[in-house]
């Protein structure tokens, strides 16, 4: 997502709430002058998104570095096509290549596909529940799609934005400009704002615009669906290109520098854990005695037509290992989006923070499993806990100072609800 889809930021991430590796990687970005602005600290004051946005192309070298300094066998262009399984137990999976199809064994398998992909294809079981009430339940969140302006005049947008706050001025903006363009026909696509960002340089500005739903019964991982919605994705960014550049001073000669080379996915397939975490542990901050991350990720929906709603009015909250860890399926971990969570808590957990931070989690259990010759879904909740603490992370909302939780629930009880979405 931060690299392929163009997502380069770490939205919600605080040095308060999560540490270890994220905290390396955000360092590392800093002092190699891939980091291009940091909020994080104002991060539980202002409640906002986009608290670290970074240069993904020094990303992509620091993290291959990071990967080589641990001595980590990579395997770049391989897709995961199958699973290796005697009983109950994964024992690796197939990758099919340019070489064709290989074998990966290993003593614990962890899915960070963003998909469940690996579960999935083990026969695992896992949800796939969709849009969770309402006359479009069952229904997916559908695709989106970011890209890169190139040649904005900066000031100009700026004073915009200052001219015309209600139009310009919030994080979604252009809602008059979109709704009569689309009523004229001259804007291809059903947003109802764009999201714009003009942080990543002089001339650059992010857009986070296209959006292209599904039917019922089609899923995110069906490649007929990934092919027409990327297809229709690009149109859509072009139209946007050319309302902006002849509707909105600044844009006049600017052209679209990048697109991504995949959607933004949303929902796809998530493991049945032997834990599921619900949306009212997350509206409860709770507190769980096996807790190996903490997340400050409020729920950020997209509906299947691209209705969006984030109530920022969450405080921060544990994710427990047993979220990790499959109910019937042993020597296989999850991380990520691939978490078990329910419809709306996923939609805060597959962010990328929370998602780094359940990655180094199943990581360290993994190895400490191997190292202890159990499999992870008995292993020491408690050491691994005491791993992850010595390594700089933070594992559970119990240990977070006072004063930084009365932050977050000043905010929260400050919160409004920030919508934006489509036609429907």
Excluded at 187 to 195: E, M, P, Q, T, V
Excluded at 277 to 302: H, T, W
Aim: overall charge neutral; glycine content about 10%.
């Amino acid at each position: 997502m931060q690299t392929q889809c163009l997502n380069s930021t770490f939205s919600l991430v605080d040095p308060e709430i999560q540490g270890g590796i994220i905290q390396d990687i955000i360092n590392g970005l800093r002092k190699g002058g891939g980091l291009i602005k940091d909020r994080s600290a104002n991060t539980r004051i202002t409640y906002g998104m986009g608290a670290v946005w970074f240069d993904k192309e020094y990303y992509k070298y620091l993290l291959d570095t990071m990967m080589a300094e641990a001595e980590v066998k990579l395997l770049y262009h391989a897709f995961a096509v199958g699973s290796i399984k005697e009983g109950n137990a994964l024992k690796g999976i197939f990758v099919e290549s340019l070489e064709g199809k290989r074998a990966v064994l290993g003593k614990v398998i962890i899915d960070c596909t963003g998909s469940a992909d690996i579960a999935w294809k083990s026969g695992t079981p896992c949800m796939a529940d969709g849009f969770p009430s309402g006359p479009k339940k069952g229904r997916h969140s559908g695709f989106g799609y970011t890209f890169f302006f190139r040649n904005v005049d900066i000031d100009r947008l700026k004073r915009l934005r200052e001219e015309q706050p209600e139009e310009w001025g919030s994080m979604f903006g252009g809602r008059n400009l979109i709704k009569k363009a689309k009523a004229e026909g001259r804007l291809y696509g059903n947003r109802a704002a764009f999201l714009l960002t003009e942080v990543f340089g002089h001339d650059r500005v992010w857009i986070l615009g296209p959006h292209y739903p599904l039917p019922m019964g089609h899923h995110g991982w069906m490649v007929e669906d990934l092919t027409a919605g990327e297809i229709d994705l690009r149109k859509q960014a072009w139209s946007a290109y050319n309302l902006l550049k002849d509707n909105v001073p600044g844009f006049e000669n600017s052209y679209i520098e990048e697109t991504p080379t995949f959607p933004l996915l949303r929902d796809t397939h998530r493991i049945l854990g032997e834990y599921v975490l619900q949306y009212e542990d997350m509206r409860q901050g709770k507190a769980f005695d096996d807790s190996i991350a903490i997340s400050n990720m409020f729920p950020d929906v997209f509906g299947p037509d691209d209705e969006h709603e984030a109530t920022r009015d969450v405080p921060p909250y544990d994710i427990p290992y047993r979220c990790l860890v499959p109910r019937e399926t042993d020597n296989l971990l999850a991380a990520g989006s691939t978490i078990s969570a329910d419809f709306m808590s996923y939609c805060a957990v597959r962010y990328c923070s929370p998602s780094i931070c359940t990655g180094q989690a199943v990581g360290t259990a993994a190895a400490l499993s191997v190292k202890n010759k159990v499999t992870p879904r008995n292993l020491d909740v408690k050491r691994l806990q005491d791993t992850l603490r010595k390594q700089g992370a933070r594992t559970t909302v119990k240990d977070v100072p006072e004063r930084v939780l009365e932050e977050y629930r000043r905010s929260a009880e400050k919160a409004v609800t920030t919508r934006s979405g489509g036609s429907a």
